[in-house]
Structures are given as structure tokens and as C-alpha cells.
């Protein structure tokens, strides 16, 4: 769980770049011809990043993955890219929040008889 999400953010990276490059004509992109390809390819990689990010689970990254990519490859336009940036940003969001839930349930594996130590003082 508390495993850094390097490979699902070099992932998006790389998405991110390649749908970049697709509206801008930049390296690596450098025809109108290849564009729309590379663009779908790298919204398609923007969907993987953001299916795994979102689960611990094999059977449910497998399922949503491919969902994901293909529909992020099918909605990827002009106007569609800063919406699949903001969905997978908040998939990270959302890890995070994950990540510190479990941090303080590690640190307080008894919050129950903390707060009571807490709201229970003698002479108070």
C-alpha cells in the first residue's frame, strides 16, 4: 500500500506528452498524419494510469483498464485533454487520501481508546 505510484505516473507522463505533442505538431510528433494516432495512443495510456491508480485490486485493474484506455483513446480531441489530465489527477487524489488513511490507521490502531484517553480526564 504504501508503494510510491512511480510506474502509473511515468505512465501518465507519457500519455500526458504524447497527447501534448499531438495538438502542438512537437518532437516526437512532426506530421498531421501521425497525430491523431500518437494523441489516442498517449490518451489510452492517460486511462491505464488512471485504472491502476485508483485500485489495489488485479481483478479490478485488469477490467477497468482496458475500459479506460479505450474509451480515453475514443473522447481524445482538443478539448477533451485537459478533462482526462483532471480525471487522472484526481485518481491520484484519490490515492493519496488512501495512502494517509492507512498511514493513520497504522499509527492509531485503536482510535477509539485514544479519543476516550483524550476526552476522559480526571478532575476536568
Known sequence: MTRPAIT???TATA????MRAALTLTTP???NTIAPIAG???AALVGIA???TMSRSRTIRAITAPG????YALVFT???TSALIVGYLAALTWWGIRLTAHTLRLAFPQPGTALRRLT???GG
Request: net charge negative.
Open 68 to 71: 479506460l484506455a479505450i474509451g
Open 29 to 31: 510528433i512532426s506530421t
Open 8 to 10: 502509473h505516473a511515468i
Open 15 to 18: 500519455g500526458i506528452y504524447l
Open 120 to 122: 476522559d480526564r480526571p
Open 78 to 80: 482538443v478539448d477533451t
Open 40 to 42: 489516442s495512443i498517449g
Open 50 to 52: 488512471t485504472a491502476v
